[in-house]
């Protein structure tokens, strides 16, 4: 049972314009999410975060975005630029003594020049 | 430098013989975990500890083992490895979720890919 999911796997944009990558969950007592983005050959690298209190939190050109009543995040990235291409991968977690995280499956993300 | 280190990298083995993959980190972290990450499944996570001695499991425990008798360290264990533990495996340690800010953060380490044959 896949509790965090990106439906896309894959993305391609346009370097300059915006890319929006997509996360959906199940899990009700998920309450802070986080996005990973991940080189190859490499370990993932933290991104950006956002607690269930929050429904934006900005960090640059980096934005994300939380809808709990859809359990929905999704990142924008603003301007693209070829540098980001790379797999980005959401995560979830819930406190309150549950500390499980489950990550979604990834979107790869591609930045045309 | 803050890091999380893994041996070996690379791992190709045969069905049976026992090995361990090693994660050792230097930021003082209590929380450590083990994911591995397959095609179209993303990264699920095997084991996680939450201190010395205190360990629990993920998502897909089943042919693995953990143990965490030092706080920097962190070891994957497979027993008995079969084909299905072909994988991409990484460690990864963070301060205790949800205390304190910045405690969700997990650094990861470079990876170790395994070959089961």
């Known amino acids: 049972d896949q509790q965090v999911k990106q439906n896309s796997p894959s993305l391609s944009v346009q370097e300059g314009r915006i890319s929006i990558l997509n996360c959906d969950y199940t899990n009700s007592m998920f309450d802070y999410f986080l996005w990973y983005k991940k080189y190859p050959a490499e370990g993932p690298t933290f991104l950006i975060s956002?607690?269930?209190?929050?429904d934006k939190n900005e960090d640059g050109r980096f934005t994300v975005f939380l809808n709990k009543s859809a359990k929905h995040l999704s990142l924008h990235i603003v301007p693209s630029q070829p540098g980001d291409s790379a797999v980005y991968f959401c995560a979830a977690s819930a406190s309150g003594g549950y500390q499980k995280v489950t990550f979604g499956t990834g979107t790869k993300l591609q930045v045309i020049p | 430098e803050a890091q999380v280190t893994q041996n070996p990298r690379y791992l190709i083995t045969v069905t049976g013989k026992k090995l361990t993959v090693t994660c050792s980190q230097n930021?003082?972290?209590?929380?450590m975990s083990w994911y591995r990450q397959d095609p179209g499944l993303g990264l699920r996570q095997i084991y996680y500890?939450?201190?010395?001695?205190?360990?629990d499991k993920g998502d897909v425990p089943e042919g693995y083992k953990v143990s965490r008798k030092e706080k920097r360290n962190f070891p994957l264990i497979l027993e008995s490895p079969s084909p299905n533990q072909t994988s991409l495996y990484f460690c990864a340690s963070s301060l205790i979720p949800g205390q304190g800010y910045g405690s969700y953060e997990q650094y990861f380490g470079p990876g170790t890919r395994l070959t089961v044959t």
């Open positions: 956002i607690s269930s209190i929050k």
């Open positions: 930021m003082n972290h209590e929380y």
């Open positions: 500890s939450m201190n010395v001695e205190v360990t």
